[in-house]
T-cell receptor, first 114, second 112 residues
Framework: GENVEQHPSTLSVQEGDSAVIKCTYS??????FPWYKQELGKRPQLIID?????GEKKDQRIAVTLNKTAKHFSLHITETQPEDSAVYFC?????????????FGKGTHLIIQP | DVKVTQSSRYLVKRTGEKVFLECVQD?????MFWYRQDPGLGLRLIYF???????EKGDIPEGYSVSREKKERFSLILESASTNQTSMYLC???????????FGPGTRLTVT
């Protein structure tokens, strides 16, 4: 099955700086790569996703890049703010006959230092 | 606004008990999922369903079963609870295919 590795497990950055979280996946058939944000005590929520037919996608301060050849994808957050503090999970999946569940990375705890 | 609800926020059960966790979504989603979340391990897929009465094993199905008799409801069953099933259980739902999954608030299950 799919295996998703996520690094680093903890990332501390100064407010206003950029943060980058990296993930690799093992199944070359995977074609959908979402990122979820989970604030303390709350449920995970999708912040951005990318499909394998594009290499980059941006949404305001957040961007995701995908390198299918190397089987890795990254989340970039620019101009970090205190509300960006959370645990971020990358995931991978592929289109199946019906649904396919997501395989998640183990998460990155992002800490924004004031 | 999508709403995914779970029957309990906190649950304490004894070893060997049969445990039912229920999830209900109100968006007419085809897909429903059960994950467990443990510190340092992320979210791991237990079972999912893409239609009524259909079910597929995820990465860690051992010790669990599921039931989907109605489109809006997906139940996770622990046939004989064990202490290693102490965890946070998250339900999610989505439209068919690969789309955003909406998560419920979670059930923190403790098995003593």
């Amino acid at each position: 099955g799919e295996n998703v590795e996520q690094h680093p497990s903890t990332l501390s950055v100064q407010e206003g700086d950029s943060a980058v979280i990296k993930c690799t996946y093992s199944d070359s058939a995977s074609n959908y790569f979402p990122w979820y944000k989970q604030e303390l005590g709350k449920r995970p929520q999708l912040i951005i996703d990318i499909r394998s037919n594009v290499g980059e996608k941006k949404d305001q301060r957040i961007a995701v890049t995908l390198n299918k050849t190397a089987k890795h994808f990254s989340l970039h957050i620019t101009e970090t703010q205190p509300e960006d503090s959370a645990v971020y999970f990358c995931a991978a999946s592929k289109e199946g006959g019906g649904a396919d569940g997501l395989t998640f990375g183990k998460g990155t705890h992002l800490i924004i230092q004031p | 606004d999508v709403k995914v609800t779970q029957s309990s926020r906190y649950l304490v059960k004894r070893t060997g008990e049969k445990v039912f966790l229920e999830c209900v979504q109100d968006m007419d989603h085809e897909n429903m999922f059960w994950y467990r979340q443990d510190p340092g391990l992320g979210l791991r897929l237990i079972y999912f369903s893409y239609d009524v009465k259909m079910k597929e094993k995820g990465d860690i199905p051992e010790g669990y079963s599921v039931s989907r008799e109605k489109k809006e409801r997906f139940s996770l069953i622990l046939e004989s609870a064990s202490t290693n099933q102490t965890s946070m259980y998250l339900c999610a739902s989505s439209f068919g295919g690969l789309n955003e999954q909406y998560f419920g608030p979670g059930t923190r299950l403790t098995v003593t």
